[in-house]
């Protein structure tokens, strides 16, 4: 892809999915929803206080009552409603309403009703800013606090799955760390040199891995030159793995406030991709993201 | 400041400063030296080979003959001897030439050549970005790793000693965390509470703090209002404290790479400002970077 842009136009060539919204009586998420019914892209089922929803549907002139409509009396039904739908392969995206993310995740996760099948979840984030050439993909930045070494195989690899369903062959990932060279007193780049390692061993394939690598070296292929830094990854990452919950959370609000980017956000490695959307989400970035996760469900 | 156009200003206002240059036998850091003089801000000191730092001189037509040059057999003595100058008052300003950042400021903090005088040492960058209303530093994104709670303190402290120097009576400072909420698992959110209550305390003043606050509560007051965040700081803060090295250096980066950024850096809590500019600097950032040192000279 050379601009994120493109990701629309790839979303609208698969199959229309299904979506489930678990408590869907938010307003925020019903504008993201209509915006997705209107390019063709979803079919949605809506789980919650449906009287609400339909109030607030109709409050934006989104008539929802042709859709299938499951009324639940509580936000943990709704939970657990949804989820079902989804492990019984009668939805292909679960979407966040007014439930908070850590009662819908703990559901998703839970070892006989979830959805993760002892896989892990990770949260990524595909980027548009002026600044780079191409769209950039970010992860994890939004649900993981501090993964250890062998979580963060799994963030690439989870990653590199999503890369892959976008069509990219061979993305480069960036690990991105405060410095460019190994140091004991910093992990995060121990934990660079040891996933190119892994990757130089074919232990993680289907991606060119290459770390430490700072942000600027990553991103900027004159700053890797000044710094003397030869390698394929360095200027042109398609894939920023950070160090954890705390650089990255500055990350992508860096992007999208500081940088003013588009970006389209899933968590992905469970049976299904999972749509968060925030209340301070562009409409543009809220359909980007359903975009990306009709694009990420697996075995299209 | 409206913008940080008038840190130069500032500092053209204030006397001239002696600026001493460890290993001058740098081209970088000699255009940025030119320029500085150009706009009659300092007076330098070049300490290193001097043969070397003439010919590189030459090489873009600045005449240094007319300045004080010391000859020196090697790296570790010009760093001994630029240390001694600040020391003996013979000089205002640090600024490291082609010498490891780690090898200078390790005679820097010498309890005894050294001219921190028990002091903590932290970075502090002054940034400019089209997205933000007005100049926002930034704590510390390039010195210390993981900085604990007693550490933090002094970052702020050593920072909003610089925000007084450039004229803010009370200046705004957002403590930095991925979420806007106190969490046991994210060290980042518990040290800011503790942080805000001790500015209410009175134990941290001369500036307001408030925290945990996400990046974009800090930086964009829509992005507040939706999260319901009601504090002055919230979209309106002038300091940023990141949580450790890896989110800060990303920070850093992003302000300057991502969204093109200007931005003015030094090392504060010595005796006198330490400037470091890098390779990969703009020419604008390092003259900025050596005006926020001239209005950073304590007893000014």
Redesign the interface.
Same mark, same amino acid.
């Given at each position: 892809m050379q601009n994120i842009s493109e990701l629309l136009q790839k979303s609208l060539g698969k199959p229309k999915q299904r979506l489930v919204i678990a408590a869907s009586e938010d307003l925020n998420v019903l504008e993201a929803v209509q915006f997705a019914v209107e390019k063709n892209l979803i079919s949605p089922i809506f789980v919650g206080n449906i009287k609400q929803t339909i109030e607030l549907a109709k409050s934006i002139k989104f008539n929802i009552e042709q859709f299938e409509l499951i009324d639940t009396p509580d936000i943990s039904t709704s939970a657990h409603i949804s989820i079902g739908l989804i492990k019984n392969f009668k939805a292909d995206i679960l979407m966040k309403g007014l439930i908070p993310t850590a009662n819908l995740l703990k559901v998703a996760v839970d070892k006989h009703e979830g959805i993760a099948a002892g896989k892990f979840l990770s949260h990524v984030a595909l980027s548009q800013?002026k600044?780079?050439h191409k769209p950039i993909l970010t992860t994890d930045c939004?649900l993981n606090?501090s993964p250890n070494f062998q979580k963060k195989v799994q963030i690439i690899e989870n990653a590199v799955a999503v890369m892959h369903n976008l069509g990219y062959q061979n993305p480069k990932v960036a690990i %991105?760390? /405060?410095?460019e060279k190994e140091n004991a007193?910093?992990e995060?780049t121990v934990h660079a040199v040891q996933l190119t390692q892994m990757n130089l061993d074919g232990k993680i394939s289907g991606c060119q891995i290459f770390g430490p690598l700072?942000? @600027?070296n990553a991103?900027?292929s004159?700053?890797a030159k000044?710094?003397g830094i030869k390698n394929d990854v360095a200027g042109d990452a398609d894939i920023l793995l950070? /160090? @954890? !919950? @705390?650089?990255? #959370?500055?990350?992508y609000?860096? %992007? #999208?406030? !500081?940088?003013?980017?588009t970006t389209a956000a899933i968590i992905t490695g469970a049976q299904c991709p999972i749509v968060l959307t925030?209340?301070?989400d562009s409409s543009e970035n809220k359909l980007y993201s359903i975009a990306l996760a009709v694009c990420s469900v697996v075995g299209l």
């Open positions: 800013v600044s780079y939004a606090i %991105i760390c /405060p410095v007193h910093i995060s700072a942000l @600027d991103i900027s004159e700053s000044h710094k950070v /160090p @954890d !919950l @705390d650089s990255g #959370n500055i990350l609000k860096a %992007i #999208n406030f !500081l940088a003013s980017g925030s209340r301070s």
